[in-house]
Structure formats: structure tokens, C-alpha cells
């Protein structure tokens, strides 16, 4: 259930330091978290004054700052991956271009919802002015578009919302508000009216409910209220609709509804009940496992490429940063069946190894480290490269990383170095300024004032200057998104779980028998 608002302004370090939350005091686990840095480096002020010479290129901009909130529901805990992803199409489909904008994205926990905040520059790096016109109703169908692609929960009220079967890629639709306030209709016989009101306002609450996906759906519920539905058809298939109750016969244009309009509302009502029962919030996908998503599971494992017949390769199993249910003694309470036993003690081994690996690879490039040699700290942890992945052998059973799994993070730290070093030769440059000479020409002409001014705000500028140091930011190597789930520990949780809840319920059950013994 994506939402997102955007405004605009001037100021790019004071944007960017509130996106951080530098102002406010949080503890760790609330505190404000960098999402990602794209074209831009350094601290807030830094940040900020990259951005404004980008700005400056275009003064005739009054409000170089697009400051854009991105909301998800409290259900949703997306993964890393899927954020990014979700904001990437955001911000994509508003005219945000990785390779011309500077932005900044940052996490905000301090509230029960995920949410994100962006600062971008719309001075665009070949000069051109980001267009906001009617920014909220583009980031209404961006949202709406996100929400159906990766079947999230569906948000009700849009105005406008995200269609791809036509040319321009969205469509408006009325909300239950403005439909309840279409003006009454009027007629000289006062018992017409009244029916052709009674029939509207019948269709307006009809329309309103998502079960009514289907004419007979629509003919059924009228039905219940006394009103006979008639529809006209051609070869085209339905062309109108007329009412009749207590004998008087309405078209439905002049009880404020035609056809395509009531076609419209079950569409709507039809695509949100369809998006809705494909929703599960405790099964999100991560960029993982979509990358394996076209192989075909095989309880927890799939049959792998392996040459070892037989051999079993774990499937990435996705899960929400709500429900990471813990690995319970198998002994106490449920028991696992040999294939999930197994499936656990491969985890047990499995995991750690994984978790090594990616905190070395992590270290290294945290270090700028970007010609390390993967496939060495792969082997190094147990991992065997074979084909397009990293395979991880034992008890029988196997588990595969892509090698393209580390692409991300290592172009990431690529691209901070190539903006450090455009930093770090500006410095040099400044400190390597010599202040201009003054001469006894200068002094009778009068320019030497000047120079005086010129070389005293030179050295003002090298007093003030930091020294910039390169410590690059790791994006896309979340332990959680390369760990093994198996399938017994959810299976294990929703057993606890039902325990729990019986229990939750029987002391009421206790009472209700020891009222009626009393009695």
C-alpha cells in the first residue's frame, strides 16, 4: 500500500539534514537510516553544496528541491531489496534518472510504518528542469503502479490510478465521495424523481462495495432493494442499462449513471478484489528470490544444476521483517519429518557460512576495495563456483548464490569513488592556489584592494575547507536476504502460534462453565 506527497523548495543541506533526523535524538534501533546516496557524497553540508553547483547551472530555478515521502502500510515490512526497488520505480516513473539526477534516500523507523524519505535535485546533470506538474497525481499512478507489480496491499481513494492497457498508462476514477455527491435529479413528476434518486443512491452504495465485480452481481444486489435491471446488448456486447421499480422505468443516464460508468465501477471493484486475495504480507519477495522465482519448488529445496544426481538445492526462501520465527529444539512440542530435519541441519551449517562471507566481502568494499576477488572469500567460507553461482555442498543438499548478487554493491562503491575523487581534486586544487601577487602597479591603480579582498577570502577558503577522506557506504548485501528458512520453522510458528491462541481462549471458556455451574 504505497503513498506517496512530494513538495518543493530551495534549501538542499537543510533538506538532506532533516531527511537524516540530525536535529533529533532517537536510539539506535529508531535512529534514521541511509538508504542510498546516488550522484552525491560526504555529509549533509557537502552533500547540500554538490547539489547547489549542480543548481547553479540553471538560476532561473526558484525551487531546485524535490523533497518526496514515500509511505508503506504497517503490515508490509518490505526487505531492503524490495524497497529499493519499489522507490526506484517511484522515482523513475516521476523523471528521476539514476545517471542524470543527484538524491539522496533515506529510512525513517521512528513510526510503525516503513517509510522513505527522498531529496532530489531537479536540475538534472545535462541541465534540464525536472517537471513537477501535477507531481501528486503522477506519484499517485507510481505508487498505484508498484502496488500491483509487486502485489501489495491495496490502497483505496486514488483518484487516479495506474492502467497499462492504455496509451498513457493511467486513468481517473471517481471516489465514493464524489459519486455520493452527484446532484439529485430532477423531474416534474414528483414520483419519477423520487424514484430515479432512490434508484442513484442504490448504485452509489451497490458500486462502492468490492463484491459487486459482475453484472449479476450488480442485477442481484439491485434486486434485493426491489430494482429490476435491464441490459441493452449489440454485438459488442453490453451497450446499456435501464432500471425499473414500482413499475416506473429509468434509463440509467437519467438516474446519473451510464453504462461506462457502472462498467468502470466493476472493473475497479473486480481488479481490487483480485489484488487483494493475491496479497500476503508474510510471504515478500527479495531481489533473491526473484532471481530463482522461475524455478520451480520443491518443498524448500529445488532440484538443482548439479552433477551429483539427486542432489537437492535450497530455494532462497523470502520472508517479512516481521514474522523471523527461531529455530525451537525439534524435540519439544512439534517434530519434523526427516526431509525437514534435514532441511534444518543444512540451515544450521549453512547460515553461518553465508553470513561470513558477505560480512568479508561487505568489509572489503566498506574499505574501497573494489577489485577483490570474490570467488577467493567465496572458497574461503566453503562456497564452490559453478556456472552462474556460488554452491554450498553438505548432507546431500545444496544451496546456490549468484555470482550477480555482489554487482550491485561493488558499482555502488565504484560510483562513490568516481564522485570522491571529483571532491578530492577540488580540494587539491584549492589548496594548491597561490594568492595573487600585488604589485606597485596594482597599488597605484587601485586594484590592489582587490587582490587583497580576493587573496583574504582565498585563505578564508582553505581555513574552512575539510579535508575529505573516502569511507564509501555498502548497499544490497543484507545477511537476511542470503540465509536458508526452512520450511519447518514456519510450520513450527503457526503451531505455536494456534497453541497460544487456544490458550488465549480457554480461560474464557472456564469461566463461562464455572458461571453455569453456579447458576
Known sequence: MPTANANTGNGFAKAISYALQE?????????????????????????????????????????????????FHPDEKLSRAQAEQAIDSILKDIGIEK?????????????????????????????????????????????????????????????????????????????????????????????????????RIALTEVLSKEEVKNPEQLREALGKRGIDVQLSQNKNGISGVSFRKDEIAVKGSAAGYRWADISEALSENQAKSERLENVNPHRLKSSLAVHLEGQKEQSLFI??????????????????????????????????????????????????????????IKAELEKGNTSL????????????????????????????????????????????????????????????????????????????????????????????????????RVYGLEERDFEVRPKFEQRQFEHNRQQEFKKSISPSKEQDQSKGLSR
Do not use: W
Open 99 to 199: 545517471d542524470n539526477h543527484q538524491y539522496v534516500v533515506v529510512q525513517h523507523k521512528d513510526k510503525a510504518h516503513d517509510h522513505y524519505h527522498v531529496v532530489a535535485n531537479r536540475i538534472g546533470m545535462d541541465g534540464e528542469l525536472l517537471n513537477d506538474h501535477r507531481i501528486k497525481d503522477r506519484l499517485q499512478v507510481a505508487c498505484d503502479k508498484v502496488e500491483q507489480l509487486q502485489q501489495l496491499r491495496p490502497t483505496t481513494g486514488r483518484t487516479v490510478v495506474y492502467d497499462p492497457s492504455l496509451k498513457k498508462g493511467f486513468r481517473y476514477v471517481k471516489t465514493q465521495k464524489q459519486q455520493k455527491e452527484q446532484k439529485p435529479v430532477r423531474d416534474k413528476n414528483p414520483a419519477i424523481m423520487d424514484t430515479k434518486n432512490e434508484i
Open 303 to 360: 532440484k538443482g544444476d548439479s552433477k551429483t544426481p539427486g542432489i537437492q538445492v535450497p530455494k532462497f526462501e523470502s520472508h517479512s521483517a516481521g514474522i523471523r520465527p527461531e529455530v525451537k529444539d525439534p524435540s519439544a512440542g512439534l517434530q519434523p519429518t526427516k526431509q525437514e530435519q534435514q532441511e534444518v541441519d543444512f540451515a544450521k551449517e549453512y547460515n553461518p557460512k553465508a553470513q561470513g562471507a558477505i560480512r568479508e
Open 373 to 472: 576477488d570474490v570467488n577467493s572469500v567465496m572458497a574461503k567460507h566453503g562456497f564452490k563456483a559453478e556456472q552462474d553461482q556460488f554452491v554450498y555442498s553438505s548432507g546431500g543438499m545444496q544451496k546456490g548464490i549468484p555470482n550477480n548478487a555482489f554487482d550491485h554493491a561493488v558499482k555502488g562503491v565504484k560510483q562513490q569513488q568516481q564522485i570522491f575523487k571529483g571532491i578530492e581534486s577540488k580540494y587539491n586544487d584549492l589548496m594548491k592556489k597561490a594568492p595573487e601577487k600585488i604589485g606597485l602597479l596594482d597599488k597605484l591603480s587601485g586594484k590592489a584592494s582587490e587582490k587583497e579582498k580576493a587573496n583574504s577570502n582565498l585563505e578564508r577558503e582553505k581555513i574552512n575547507a575539510i579535508k575529505p577522506e573516502f569511507k564509501p
Open 23 to 71: 536535529t533529533k535524538k532517537y536510539p539506535e534501533e529508531t535512529r534514521a537510516k541511509l538508504l542510498e546516496l546516488n550522484q552525491v557524497y560526504g555529509s549533509s553540508r557537502e552533500m547540500g553544496k554538490q547539489m547547489r553547483e549542480v543548481a547553479d547551472e540553471r538560476k532561473t530555478a526558484q525551487k531546485p528541491v524535490l523533497h518526496v515521502q514515500i509511505n
